[in-house]
């Protein structure tokens, strides 16, 4: 079994293999994808964790989000910018900047490097 677990496994799920933890899902994580927002509401359970302990899931919670934030940039930024190929990169991230500013949504500073990465 653990050779066909690891035969669908992907980065995503690359923790897996890691046999020394034992991740559940843990509810609280809510979208309302037409109006694309979010917001958070964890149980009262995962609360009565030690501070320490929620801390720690937390921050890998928000190490693994930002990751996912990130690529869905980059793909976005592809996904506009493809009509405008004639433009050079420096005004396609000009552009883009632009588009994230009227849309809200956070551009990092270093899209470019992201550009590379994914």
Same mark, same amino acid.
């Given at each position: 079994m653990e050779a066909a677990l690891r035969a669908f496994m992907s980065d995503e799920t690359a923790w897996l293999e890691d046999d020394s933890h034992m991740q559940?899902?843990?509810?609280?994580? *809510?979208?309302?994808?037409?109006?694309a927002a979010g917001s958070i509401a964890l149980t009262?359970? *995962?609360?009565?964790?030690?501070?320490?302990?929620?801390?720690?899931v937390l921050q890998h919670w928000v190490r693994g989000l930002e990751e996912k934030r990130r690529q869905a940039i980059?793909?976005? *930024?592809?996904?506009?910018?493809?009509?405008?190929g004639?433009?050079?990169?420096?005004?396609?991230?000009?552009? *883009?900047?632009?588009?994230?500013?009227?849309?809200?949504?956070?551009?990092?500073?270093?899209?470019?490097?992201?550009?590379q990465r994914y």
């Amino acid at each position: 079994m653990e050779a066909a677990l690891r035969a669908f496994m992907s980065d995503e799920t690359a923790w897996l293999e890691d046999d020394s933890h034992m991740q559940l899902p843990v509810q609280g994580l *809510f979208a309302d994808l037409d109006a694309a927002a979010g917001s958070i509401a964890l149980t009262d359970d *995962f609360l009565r964790l030690p501070a320490s302990v929620r801390a720690e899931v937390l921050q890998h919670w928000v190490r693994g989000l930002e990751e996912k934030r990130r690529q869905a940039i980059v793909q976005m *930024f592809r996904e506009m910018m493809a009509p405008l190929g004639d433009l050079s990169i420096v005004e396609q991230v000009e552009n *883009f900047r632009h588009a994230c500013a009227q849309l809200g949504i956070d551009c990092p500073s270093d899209l470019p490097l992201l550009l590379q990465r994914y």
